[in-house]
């Protein structure tokens, strides 16, 4: 992330969170009414399940707060373990 770098001495953090299937309308749009896609995609996750926005939100809420100032550059992956399996 080369703009982290550039904009690390003004003191504006850039950082990005990558999330896996998150139960959203889009998702719902996505797989419609059909249970065994949705059931599919869970099965992907070694958690088992979709994630929920606010799982996605508490992530983006720590990334704004002052918790996280000396944080920069930086992708959280949230995605129930798909990436580490």
Excluded: C, W
């Excluded at 080369?2 to 749009?29: K, Y």
């Excluded at 059931?39 to 707060?65: D, K, T, W, Y």
């Excluded at 944080?71 to 990436?83: F, L, R």
């Amino acid at each position: 992330m080369a703009v982290a770098l550039e904009l690390a001495r003004e003191n504006i953090r850039v950082n990005a969170v990558s999330p896996a299937a998150v139960q959203t309308e889009m998702f719902d749009r996505f797989v419609g009414n059909n249970e065994e896609v949705k059931a599919g995609f869970a099965n992907m996750h070694p958690m088992g399940r979709i994630g929920q926005p606010s799982e996605i939100a508490s992530v983006v809420a720590f990334l704004f707060s002052g918790e996280s100032s000396f944080m920069t550059g930086q992708s959280i992956t949230v995605d129930g373990g798909y990436t580490a399996a």
